[in-house]
């Protein structure tokens, strides 16, 4: 009777450990995966601002003018509003705010040694939105 209920112990606390295990090792997936989606996020993002980056030289360079329209297209609404909704993404407004004003400062510029200042503002938030990106899915 004794070796029975030490049987019933042991097998009930093999599988507690065998569950936890389990929920551990799931949290961990999910873990790496809200990482990764915050990754993919940023990097639509990023991707979005530097297209609107070249866009901006080569019409500043043939002396165009843009819209409103031209500069925040709904691609990049989309990929803000995706990377926005996921966990960890609050700890990215301050560097947005950058990236999104120094864009907008390469919109306003018409003086071309300032439009160039401009462009070297905006990719320096583009590197460090990046760098803050690695920082929090590392």
């Known amino acids: 009777m004794a070796s029975a209920v030490v049987g019933l112990i042991g097998a009930v606390i093999g599988g507690l450990l065998v569950t936890l295990g389990d929920l551990m090792a799931r949290r ?3 873990r790496a995966d809200r990482r990764e989606q915050l990754r993919l996020a940023a990097a ?3 991707a979005s601002y530097l297209h609107a980056r070249s866009h901006l030289i080569v019409v500043h360079r043939q002396g165009q003018t843009l819209n409103h329209k031209d500069i925040w297209p709904d691609d ?3 990929a803000t509003a995706q990377l926005f909704t996921l966990p960890g993404a609050e700890h990215l407004h301050e560097l947005m705010g950058a990236l999104r004003n120094a864009t907008l400062a390469m919109y306003e510029e018409t003086d071309l040694a300032l439009f160039a200042l401009c462009c070297d503002e905006q990719m320096a ?8 990106i690695r920082e929090l899915s590392s």
Do not use: H
């Open 28 to 30: 961990i997936e999910r």
């Open 44 to 46: 639509g993002v990023i």
């Open 76 to 78: 990049r609404y989309i």
């Open 125 to 132: 938030a583009i590197q460090n939105f990046e760098t803050r």
